[in-house]
């Protein structure tokens, strides 16, 4: 199956500060999500991005599918975006594959 | 309701019982997932269901567990004689099909076999 690397595994950013998270997968996907588990376990879909980018606010994604990888930036951070982001990656006819996560701690 | 929804969303149980678990979700939404994640740790992958075909049960991890869905909707994970090591958190998430749209997860059972 698919296999999905993240990194960096863990980060640690004072509030403010600027961030890039990576994702990339070892096949062609029809699929790629990013997802931030915050402190009380929720998991919150932050973008459906198989390809190009995408913005909402503060955050941005962008998929470059013929190079197989995935970034998630995090621009002026704040101590609510701490929580653990996940990218998960999902081939025609297979289930959707998590990485292991990107552990983000923002201090104040 | 608007999202996934699942019950119980706390169980406690002595090892050796039977637990069931329940997933509504999304309506219209024809493919289902489960996963579990032990504590501090990623999730994992446990079973997945897309409309009318067989479902994926590779992530199974004993023949203790079990999952159906039901009518294409409601789904009920089943762990029989409950062990120890079958402590985690269960999230269960649907979308409208297979690579089709956001991925939505509700806000799992967590489960304790003491």
């Known amino acids: 199956g698919i296999q999905v690397e993240q990194s960096p595994p863990d980060l640690i950013l004072q509030e403010g500060a600027n961030s890039t998270l990576r994702c990339n997968f070892s096949?062609?996907?029809?699929?790629l999500q990013w997802f931030h588990q915050n402190p009380w376990g929720q998991l919150i879909n932050l973008f459906y991005?198989?390809?190009g980018t995408k913005q909402n606010g503060r955050l941005s994604a962008t998929t470059v599918a013929t190079e197989r990888y995935s970034l998630l930036y995090i621009s002026s951070s704040q101590t609510t975006d701490s929580g653990v982001y996940f990218c998960?990656?999902?081939?025609?006819?297979?289930?959707?594959?998590f990485g292991e996560g990107t552990q983000l701690t923002v201090n104040p | 309701g608007a999202g996934v929804s699942q019950s119980p969303s706390n169980k406690v149980t002595e090892k050796g019982k039977d637990v069931e678990l329940r997933c509504d979700p999304i309506?219209?939404?024809?493919?289902l997932y489960w996963y579990r994640q032990s504590l501090g740790q990623g999730l994992e992958f446990l079973i997945y269901?897309?409309?009318?075909?067989?479902?994926?049960k590779s992530g199974l991890p004993s023949d203790r567990f079990s999952a159906e869905r039901t009518g294409g909707s409601v789904s009920t994970l089943t762990i029989q004689r409950t062990q120890q090591e079958d402590s985690a958190v269960y999230l269960c998430?649907?979308?409208?099909?297979?690579?089709?749209?956001?991925?939505?997860f509700g806000n799992g059972t967590r489960l304790t076999v003491t």
């Open positions: 096949d062609s996907v029809n699929n």
């Open positions: 998960a990656a999902e081939t025609s006819g297979s289930r959707l594959t």
């Open positions: 998430a649907s979308s409208l099909g297979a690579g089709l749209g956001e991925v939505h």
């Open positions: 991005i198989p390809s």
């Open positions: 309506s219209g939404h024809t493919a």
């Open positions: 269901f897309q409309g009318n075909s067989a479902p994926d």
